[in-house]
């Protein structure tokens, strides 16, 4: 039987060197933001997005945003003469792998982050950005308290509470005479409680208080026990405030256990990657928007263009959108700062601080329309749309159709 | 009445899962005395196989993007054959996660790592291979079955019944093969004493490579069916089934066939009790009771008790 002994004289001080050598190795925290800025192979900016995991489904949308904004900044000539370099890193879906992305990005050294995808994984890796100093613009974090994280974290996704009770008013429109809502939402979800507050309030204020409301977890698949008693209770509204996957198969099940009733689904859902999972159950469900790619202004059109001759024609979500406006937003405040100071061998913390004031100060013309920021971060935009998925005849594909 | 019905219903459902993943499980630990935590990543591979077997494509994120075979098979067929390929991988995960560490004859927790690492790497390979989106098997996979049924006042979708039903045939197939066969006999000699059964005349070495190969053909067929009843929502989505099972593992006893699956339906029926409202604590209170149990017996529902000679 092995026996706990103290090491001998000489294996201790091994290990204590050994320590020294360790913690000497050690990078300090504030090392990035002392350094200069480095423009090698062009101005570095990062993302953190959720390419693997469940909310994987979200993350690819954002990537073809971000590569199409990259190509669309390089080709009208990048920042001032450079590229924008961009480089993007997996957060995977949940809060350790965004900050251990986070972490990296701003070790890197890039200048401004897009990302992370889901706000659940914001509230862990924005507070890290935030000691960092480091310019955070959030794509698709819609809950409460994003912006109020820090003066370092902005976003261009409109708040649930801006657009979640459009859908609720647009169901009550198609059948006025709505009575019994049965709401779901995932309980270990930042997104998914925040969005279900709205829900529920939008709800009560219409005269419609929940029959029942019940709680999932993000990773569940089963949701059998949940349904049957909701369906007991005869519900003829289903309220969701769920991500896609679990949310997809939420709808497949109540679909197939019999509910033939209206369905209106959070922001969680707001992605074609839907169609797959819940297939021809997707058919009619509600879906408030903050994008519409019936908007005709130059910026929407030229993003169309450029998104339909890379992806065969399809028509793009509002994930890509985002993103695509996100990167945006960094590249116009990058040029604006760059005609200030060059970037060239400047202080990295001190560029950081000035372009995340760049990035709030400006006016853009983007995909959503035109959008501006409060000073705590918080997108300004004019417009919102709710839309209903119509769903192929075959069940394989299908498209967001606005309502008007 | 009705209401009682359908928590009966749903509660058998998922238990049923639980019960044949957690057949797997107990399989291996019959014979070897360890956990093959590889078994939720072939439980995945089985989910996957059997969508590529359907005819479904991959999708545009993995290194085989397009791929799809010309003519889907049907259900039945596609499943079978995803189970025999789910076999011949878990024999491949023996001889290279667990063979080598039992010739050496190795302490059983270094072979409970190795799977662990093997795990992650078959893991890995899919997500390389298929990447990391979501595929949903095809609707109407089942043919003219309808899509739910009514029995009794209670609603239950139809593949829950399938399931139900295929734990059941399993559990009574593995259990004669078990009991009245030759090699379900030489499979018990070996767990008893793989050498004394050596010199017996038992192989003892194919005995286990067979023992695998069961316990992967069984997660291969679970995870085909449950693919089919909830999709496959990544190359994850095993793992949670993995952990549930080892649950229902401890619960009905290690290494007991029958504990396991009656494990596996009280689990599945205690998760069903809990009120709709606080079905987010289903887990908490599954394993609430799986603790408990454990107190009053430690050797689970239907385990032996451990004996010690002084």
């Keep these: 039987m092995p026996s706990l002994r103290w090491p001998d004289g000489s294996t201790t001080r091994a290990l204590l060197v050994a320590a020294l050598v360790a913690l000497a190795g050690c990078r300090s925290a504030d090392r990035g933001a002392t350094s200069a800025v480095k423009l090698d192979g062009g101005v570095p900016v990062g993302a953190v997005l959720a390419l693997t995991g469940n909310a994987n489904v979200y993350g690819q949308d954002q990537k073809v945003g971000l590569n199409l904004a990259q190509q669309e900044i390089n080709g009208a000539g990048g920042i001032a003469g450079r590229p924008l370099k961009l480089s993007i890193e997996d957060g995977g879906s949940d809060e350790a792998g965004a900050n251990a992305a986070m972490t990296l990005q701003i070790n890197r050294g890039v200048l401004a982050v897009v990302g992370p995808t889901l706000s659940q994984q914001a509230f862990s890796a924005d507070p890290i950005a935030q000691r960092r100093g480091m310019p955070v613009v959030g794509p698709s974090n819609t809950a409460t308290g994003i912006p109020e994280i820090g003066s370092f974290i902005s976003r261009v996704s409109a708040q649930s509470s801006e657009i979640a009770p459009l859908s609720i008013g647009m169901a009550l429109k198609l059948q006025p005479n709505l009575k019994r809502a049965a709401v779901f939402y995932a309980q270990d979800d930042a997104y998914g409680t925040a969005e279900t507050v709205i829900f529920q309030k939008a709800l009560a204020e219409k005269g419609l208080k929940p029959v029942t409301v019940q709680r999932t977890q993000i990773n569940d698949l089963d949701f059998q026990n949940q349904i049957t008693a909701a369906l007991n209770l005869k519900p003829d509204l289903v309220v969701l405030s769920l991500q896609a996957v679990d949310g997809g198969n939420l709808i497949r099940q109540l679909r197939e256990l019999g509910y033939r009733g209206l369905i209106v689904v959070g922001n969680g859902m707001n992605t074609p990657n839907i169609y797959p999972i819940c297939q021809r159950h997707c058919d009619g469900i509600l879906i408030a928007q903050a994008y519409s790619p019936e908007l005709a202004t130059p910026a929407n059109q030229a993003f169309i263009k450029r998104f339909q001759a890379s992806q065969g024609g399809a028509i793009p979500p509002q994930l890509t959108a985002q993103a695509y406006t996100a990167l945006q937003v960094i590249a116009e405040a990058l040029q604006r700062l760059e005609k200030r100071q060059p970037l060239a061998g400047a202080d990295l913390g001190q560029t950081r601080r000035s372009l995340m004031q760049e990035i709030l100060g400006g006016t853009y013309q983007t995909p959503l329309g035109e959008i501006r920021f409060t000073p705590e971060g918080e997108v300004i935009q004019k417009q919102f749309y709710v839309a209903r998925v119509k769903m192929n005849p075959t069940g394989n594909g299908g498209r967001f159709e606005l309502l008007p | ?310």
């Design chain 2, 1 to 310: 009445m009705d209401n009682l019905l359908q928590i009966l219903f749903n509660g058998l459902s998922v238990g049923a899962v639980y019960a044949l993943f957690a057949l797997g499980y107990t399989l291996v630990f019959s014979v070897l005395g360890v956990i093959n935590f590889a078994h939720g990543a072939v439980f995945t591979l089985g989910a996957y196989f059997t969508y590529l077997l359907l005819g479904g494509a991959v999708g545009s994120n993995g290194l085989l993007a397009g791929a799809q075979l010309p003519e889907g098979l049907p259900f039945w067929v596609a499943l079978v054959l995803a189970g025999l390929g789910c076999a011949l991988v878990s024999v491949g995960l023996e001889a290279v996660a667990f063979g080598p560490l039992r010739r050496r004859q190795a302490e059983p927790l270094l072979s409970l790592i190795t799977s662990l690492g093997a795990g992650v790497v078959l893991v890995n390979l899919i997500q390389i291979l298929m990447g990391a989106e979501g595929y949903a098997l095809p609707a109407g996979s089942l043919g003219q079955l309808p899509v739910t049924l009514e029995l009794g006042g209670a609603r239950v979708r139809t593949i829950q019944v399938v399931l139900m039903l295929v734990s059941a045939l399993v559990v009574v197939v593995l259990t004669l093969w078990l009991e009245r066969s030759r090699g379900g006999k030489a499979l018990q000699a070996v767990a008893e004493d793989a050498t004394t059964a050596r010199l017996l005349g038992i192989d003892s070495d194919a005995m286990i490579q067979l023992c695998f190969a069961v316990s992967g053909f069984l997660a291969g067929l679970s995870g085909g069916l449950v693919g089919l009843s909830l999709s496959i929502t990544g190359p994850y989505f095993g793992i949670g089934y993995g952990l549930e099972a080892l649950g229902v593992l401890v619960l009905g006893g290690l290494g007991s066939v029958p504990g396991a699956v009656l494990a596996g339906l009280i689990v599945g029926l205690a998760e069903a009790l809990v009120p709709g409202e606080w079905s987010g604590y289903k887990d908490a209170v599954a394993f609430a009771f799986l603790f408990g149990m454990l107190l009053l017996r430690p050797q689970g529902l239907l385990g032996r008790a451990v004996v010690t000679k002084v």
